[in-house]
């Protein structure tokens, strides 16, 4: 029977504290980017506080389901670092209590916190979604002379194109203006251009005030006004200065919601369900009525004459057309006007083609977009799990409380998320990806890893022991390993000089013999090093003899001598003799190439370098021996 115990209220506890800071960090921190993002939006529009604060209001609770899943992460690794840092990890395993039953209560809130994310993106994310985007649409429509761009058309004004070729940010003047005036229809158009010009709105933001300078002006007149002539007149005017007021609401209006029905954001579930149905539904009746008109499409003879169309049926009834050969009876000016009718119609069907490929990858990219957001609901309420057990595991392995090592591990885990995400998200939008391994990449990448470091919490594997990787490192680039010898302050047994004396004499006469015996200067054996491997324990020997030595010694008084001994170099026993342990390993090594040449250099490296490491230590031995002689004199 399940019970709530004192330490899953303790850790709960922990975790509790820990959630809710993180949470508010992450929601800032996620904040501030969105804001960011489009700070163009809300700078110099004379916004009020309630819009504002609407807002904010909004894009905090959009933000909601993203910040969770970092909060958990974060969370959770300080939670079981601290527990780690404080030893009170150690005394919860000592107890007898395994890692997961440490976990459950943290699962049980966890599982909670999920399901709270789905309900919240399903009920109160769309409506948030719906709001925010409707806010940032009022805001481009509120003050268009802000939102005028560079080099392009721009429509925000009612009736109007506006082309600018550039734009003083500081000053508000425009330059190299051309606009087309559309107020009524072609009889009454108008288009002015203009060198400079400046666009204000007025003081109770219900007009526009469009001062241009150096400018012309070309009008169509209403033809009602000079009788029915069919030539519609018109009527050119230069200027020096000429202002223009224009009718437009400034005022902070908030658009209407229908204007956003395919926003897959802004749905629920359901609605999303439902959306879909009509969508495919709608695209799939155009599907059909396009193949119906393909299927009722006729191609008539048009450039045969009648004589020779009634050739060509004639011959298309007793035996099959040759094309090559009908189109070779017509007069060049009939075969001119084939080609050229021919052309005609493949660039009308061409054009056709494309314009209702147009309609058909509308619809397309909109039932993709509900289908994303379908499985979102799922993978983002899915990713508060899977960062659980990624961060604890890894807080209960690393054992660093705070927010040094913990922030960064979570920073990174999150980018990496953040771009897989992303990307499968862009993929899937575009239709490169199915949008099922669009937006499962992401969770189908730190499942495993989640998996993986939750076994190796499980089994207090040293995966994550940063000394571990350092000496493999140090071992793999045959990084040497330098000695450090320090004067005790305390000594208890001096060292025996005589017979530290004779050992050193005798380990420099075996490490002369040695380098001869084995002629380290040479290249190794390459079927010694990969397929016969014979173990070299005289080196091993020599090495723990002097390690014994430099022991004794280090208990001496004289600084010279301790001098002396912390210039012996460590030595590497056996990265001279094989590549690795086991004889299998070597044989793979030696057939993949380059891998075989690779480690066969790096053998014969290390034989150089255990030649000089021989030489030093018999100079090394010969000054302690001749120190100690002086101490004895």
Known sequence: MFRIKK????????FGMLFLGTFFISQFVLMMQFLWRYIDELIGKGLSMEVMAQFFWYMGLMLVPQALPLAILLSSLIAFGNLGESSELTAIKAAGISLMQAFRSLIFISVLICLGSFYFQ??????????????LISMK????????????????????NLFVQKKDLETGKLYGIMIYRMTGSYEDQAIILADSGMLQATAEKKHLLLTLWSGEWFENMQSDEFGNSAAVPY?????????????????????????????????????????????????????????QDEKRGEYSLTTLSRKDSLAAVKLATTRSVDIDTVFGRLSLDK????????????QSKVSDLNFKSLVTSDGDYFIRQHEIEAINKFT???????????GAPLGAIIRKGGLGIPVIISVLVFIIYYILDNSGYRMARGGMWAVWF?????????????????????????????????????????????????????????PDYGKDEEQLRQISREASGYSLSHNLRSAPHVANVFFKYQPDHEIERISEELERV????????DKHILSAIGTYPVLSVKAHTRPFERKWMNIVAAVIFPVGIVLYLRMWRFRLRLLRDLKLIMRTNQLVVSRIRDLKK
């Open 141 to 160: 429509q509120k003050s268009p002379e802000l939102e005028i761009p560079e080099g392009v058309f721009y429509d925000g004004i009612p009736n109007s």
């Open 380 to 390: 983002l309420a899915l990713s508060c799990l899977i960062f659980f057990f990624i």
């Open 550 to 557: 430099i022991d004794d010694l280090s208990n001496t008084r």
């Open 235 to 291: 009527r050119r005017e230069s200027f020096i200065q000429k202002r223009i007021v224009i009718d437009y609401d400034g005022d902070f209006n908030m658009t209407d919601a229908t204007s956003l029905s395919n926003n897959a954001r802004g749905k629920s579930l359901g609605e999303i369900n439902r959306a879909m149905d009509s969508l495919n539904a709608r695209y799939d009746s155009i599907g059909r009525m396009y193949y």
């Open 122 to 135: 399903n009920n109160v994310g769309p409506t948030a979604n719906l709001k925010i985007a409707q806010l």
């Open 7 to 14: 330490l899953d209220i303790f850790i709960a506890k922990q």
């Open 438 to 494: 669009g937006k499962g990449l992401a969770p189908a990448v730190l499942l495993p890893v989640a998996v993986f470091v939750t076994y190796k919490a499980n089994k207090d594997s040293v995966v994550f022991n940063l000394d571990l990787y350092i000496d493999f490192f140090r071992r793999l680039l045959g990084l040497r390993v330098k000695r450090h010898v320090f004067a005790k302050e305390v000594i208890i047994t001096d």
């Open 335 to 346: 075969k001119q006007q084939a080609v050229m009718t021919a052309l005609s119609k493949v």
